[in-house]
């Protein structure tokens, strides 16, 4: 069973700083694989669609939406599989639910071109919540 559980979300006021987590357990990560970090805006449905912030694959290679680009920095620890988030310089639009979210690549779903998007994600974390104010 693949469970992914992020961590490190809170409440901070503009201009801070914060570093999610995301343990990922029961998942074999191999060269097909690649995990993300995605965001909701306070108040959506969960069945709505997430913003994708950041993906990295397995070799480490990452990729960041431009809107965020600069102050979010994505990394990973293979041998601890976990998957982090940096985000600096906090802004009250940052706030929301970030969700970590993994995958392999035409596995369970369509062989995707990097980078991939939300629906080629098959496992997701519960969210932790960030609350940003001015």
């Known amino acids: 069973q693949v469970t992914l559980v992020e961590s490190g979300g809170g409440s901070v006021q503009a201009g801070g700083s914060l570093k999610l987590s995301c343990l990922a357990s029961g998942y074999t990560f191999d060269s097909r694989s690649s995990m993300g970090w995605f965001r909701q805006a306070p108040g959506q449905a969960p069945e709505k669609v997430r913003e994708?912030?950041?993906?990295?694959?397995?070799?480490?290679?990452?990729f960041v939406e431009d809107s965020v680009k600069g102050r979010f920095t994505i990394s990973q620890d293979t041998e601890k599989n976990t998957l982090y988030l940096e985000i600096d310089n906090l802004k009250p639009d940052d706030s929301g639910t970030y969700y970590c979210?993994?995958?392999?690549?035409?596995?369970?779903?369509?062989?995707?071109?990097?980078?991939?998007?939300?629906?080629?994600?098959?496992?997701w974390g519960q969210g932790t919540q960030v609350s940003v104010s001015a």
């Open positions: 994708r912030v950041a993906v990295i694959d397995s070799g480490g290679s990452a």
């Open positions: 979210a993994a995958g392999t690549n035409g596995v369970h779903s369509r062989s995707w071109m990097w980078p991939p998007m939300e629906v080629d994600f098959h496992y």
